[in-house]
């Protein structure tokens, strides 16, 4: 199979609690990472002067009310609340900065001028060599669905699952998967028709539709878009894996525990993350 070069957009929505996490990422990121690539990160307003020193030749930072429409306003934060940015419109409503990354990763569609848009996650650091472009197929960005269909293993899709489902006016008892990953590849023509389906299907703008839905997945909203509204599948190479090796949970890993785990990453996986419970 033939890869082409293309250009592209890595996106990093973050914030304090997560700096330390950050630094290690940026720094594997520009070891490892190889291609025409630009880092753009993603931060509140209160949080930029901590991350402006990470802005160089391919990293740019900015504040996230930068890229949102001017109706959309940072209100705050919430004493005590380990996520308690919060913001308000007339049109929205209040929702939170956990939310706001949400909308982040699919406004920066409109914001990057790359073809090729790679979502990562600030709580991973990648661990070797990984040419962007090696994931092109034929001229073809990946489009990854992973595991098996929920509804044949008799589990239930989460809220924010069912809600995508919801949203594009789709029925609940098609194959689903899962969409969503700390590091994912989308192709920003897709993002931006997917919002212009939106628009068109409420009568509003893409991010006051969303903004009433506190649980929505941008991730699960994406592959089901591409799974079954868009018309043009042919833009994609469908695959199913996984680009990094994950722990999960809040305890650390040393003796047999490390070694089981190192020795089961992937060939393929390009990155180690650590997610908290």
């Known amino acids: ?19 330390d996490q950050f630094a290690l990422m940026c720094e594997s990121m520009d070891r490892f990472v190889v291609g025409k690539w630009h880092h753009y990160v993603v931060v509140n307003a209160t949080d930029y002067a901590m ?19 001017k109706w959309l306003r940072y209100v705050g934060k919430l004493p005590r609340v380990r996520s308690g940015n919060f913001f308000f419109s007339w049109r929205t409503g209040f929702f939170f900065g956990w939310h706001m990354q949400q909308l982040v990763k699919i406004a920066m569609a409109y914001y990057i001028k790359q073809d090729a848009m ?4 600030s709580d991973l650091f990648f661990i070797r060599r990984f040419n962007l472009d090696s994931m092109i197929k034929d001229g073809r960005l990946p489009f990854v669905r992973l595991g ?3 509804n044949q293993t008799g589990a239930e899709p989460p809220p924010m699952f069912q809600h995508a489902i919801k949203l ?3 029925s609940r008892s098609i194959p689903t998967f899962a969409y969503a990953y700390n590091i994912v590849v989308w192709d920003r023509k897709t993002v931006l028709e997917m919002c212009a389906f939106l628009e068109k299907k409420y009568n509003k703008h893409w991010i006051a539709t969303l903004s009433g839905l506190q649980t929505i997945s941008e991730g699960s909203l994406y592959g089901l878009f591409v799974d079954y509204v868009l018309a043009d599948k042919n833009r994609f190479a469908h695959e199913n894996y996984y680009l990094t090796k994950t722990v999960h949970g ?12 190192v020795s089961n990453i992937e060939g393929h996986a390009v990155a180690l993350g650590f997610q908290s419970s």
Not at 2 to 19: F, K, M, S, V
Not at 51 to 69: D, M, Q, S
């Open 1 to 19: 199979m033939g890869t082409t070069a293309r250009e592209w957009a890595i996106i990093t929505p973050t914030y304090h609690l997560d700096y």
């Open 51 to 69: 991350f402006a020193k990470f802005a160089g030749p391919r990293r740019t930072v900015l504040e996230n009310t930068k890229i949102l429409p």
């Open 118 to 121: 790679m979502l990562v996650d």
């Open 148 to 150: 098996e269909d929920l």
């Open 168 to 170: 594009l006016g789709l």
């Open 250 to 261: 809040d305890h650390a890993i040393h003796g047999a525990e490390l070694e089981e785990f």
